[in-house]
């Protein structure tokens, strides 16, 4: 008789297929679905404030390109090949009140 283990279920960025990753509702999905752990990729902002975004370029996930942010633009070789707009060069207020999800 043998004593078959229960696999581990590890969720990316929540149940990123049913919503965007890295929102409440897909990481609400994944804790419903029965996951056992949640990956969070976590960015920090300028004033300090930890926050779950996929990545640390918010041209790559939010509206910042058509906000008055835009202008914030800079490259950081180490971070990333080309320029961009950092969670880190704005504040969380700068992010959730002027900012919107990219739906990609």
């Known amino acids: 008789m043998t004593n078959a283990a229960k696999p581990l279920v590890i969720s990316h960025n929540g149940a990123s297929g049913d919503y965007p990753d890295c929102t409440d509702q897909a990481y609400e999905k994944a804790v ?15 004033d300090g404030i930890l926050i779950c975004m996929s990545s640390v370029d918010l041209m790559d996930v939010t509206t910042v390109a058509k906000s008055q942010f835009a202008s914030q633009v800079t490259t950081i070789n180490d971070l990333k090949a080309g320029p961009g707009v950092f969670t880190f060069n704005l ?5 959730s009140k002027n900012l919107k999800r990219k739906l990609i």
């Open 91 to 95: 504040t969380w207020d700068d992010i």
């Open 32 to 46: 419903a679905d029965g996951a056992d752990v949640i990956d969070c990729p976590v960015q920090v902002t300028k």
